[in-house]
């Protein structure tokens, strides 16, 4: 079949344009598509029951170029204890990416909201030029429901009928009554002769030292089996515990309730060398990306955290402690 002039020169535009319709529809995204700034909020789980421990995440991505502001929640999340709180910094695709985690735990049941969490965000200036505008984005708010450890649909099989009332024949007679209180009266000065001697023979026992109670606590940690990443993840976490306790044991600081940043920051005033500074900086940075990064670390790193762990310990002793075992930094104690 011919076709004529005009005929001809339709078709040809028609298949250009298809072929230009279908390469529109397969080119791929470019990072220019992106937005400048994102933020997300998430919680290891929907459903928790009491005691349970709940991870709230925020991830932030923002350009190169830009910076963020964000707004500090921890005291504005209602119903929740915060147990813990890290954050991990790092680039993604050329992109920067900020990660925060707040370990979190609820001890009532009923259901509660995770509030959104606002982050601010500016273009930088270039070569001294004026700072752009703050912008703001925020997230979605978060429903947990928290559940009693008891199963709601457990069928009560240890409630039972009230029994009916049973006539008693005759009352208890008095002189039974006489003979109990008597029993009780010989009873109760015998309790207190024994108590009294007692007492004579007890010797106080000062508290075991806080050095002592890390190093076992490491030692009992060292052996302990290492079958998964979650079992490495809870490790770091407990050998994390174990070197706060021993700086708030050892230097009375309340490091168990203070996040890294925060001990690092009075970490100077205390009385600790430069390489035991050093020490306990890296202990807990490198236990927080484990713990919060779900950084996966290598039997070597493990080894390394362990020596750097029962190292500071050994160095940091009481100079009493220190001068008995004869400088003490590589005391360890029998596993």
């Not at 979605?140 to 559940?147: G, H, K, L, Q």
């Not at 035991?276 to 490198?286: C, E, H, K």
Request: proline letters at 6%; aromatic letters at 6%.
């Amino acid at each position: 079949m011919e076709l004529n002039a005009p005929c001809a020169v339709g078709v040809v535009v028609l298949l250009v344009g298809v072929v230009a319709c279908q390469r529109e529809r397969v080119a791929p995204a470019t990072p220019d598509d992106q937005p400048p700034v994102s933020a997300q909020a998430a919680v290891d789980r929907a459903v928790a029951s009491t005691g349970d421990r709940l991870e709230f995440s925020l991830e932030v991505q923002y350009g190169p170029g830009y910076e963020i502001e964000i707004d500090e929640i921890a005291d504005d999340i209602e119903g929740f204890r915060l147990l813990d709180l890290g954050s991990v910094s790092g680039t993604v695709r050329g992109r920067k990416q900020r990660r925060d985690t707040y370990v979190l735990r609820a001890d009532l049941i009923g259901s509660y909201i995770l509030p959104p969490v606002k982050v601010r965000f500016r273009k930088q200036s270039a070569a001294g030029g004026e700072l752009g505008g703050w912008q703001e984005i925020e997230t979605s708010r978060i429903f947990v429901e928290i559940e009693s450890v008891v199963a709601r649909d457990a069928d009560a099989t240890d409630v039972r009928d009230i029994k009916p009332i049973r006539e008693i024949d005759a009352p208890f007679p008095w002189y039974g009554w006489i003979g109990i209180g008597v029993g009780l009266v010989g009873a109760a000065i015998a309790g207190f002769l024994w108590w009294r001697g007692r007492r004579r023979q007890v010797v106080a026992t000062p508290p075991i030292p806080a050095h002592i109670v890390a190093l076992e606590a490491l030692q009992r940690l060292r052996h302990g089996e290492l079958g998964d990443a979650e079992a490495i993840r809870l490790l770091h976490f407990a050998l994390s515990e174990v070197v706060r306790a021993y700086v708030e044991g050892r230097f009375a600081l309340n490091a168990t309730d203070l996040t890294t940043e925060e001990i690092l920051d009075v970490a100077p005033s205390l009385e600790l060398s430069e390489e035991d500074l050093g020490r306990l900086g890296s202990i807990l940075t490198d236990s927080d990306q484990v713990k919060f990064a779900r950084h996966e670390p290598g039997s070597e790193d493990i080894s390394s955290i362990f020596e750097r762990s029962l190292t500071f310990v050994g160095s940091t002793l009481p100079r009493a402690v220190a001068d008995d075992n004869g400088g003490g930094a590589d005391q360890e104690p029998a596993p």
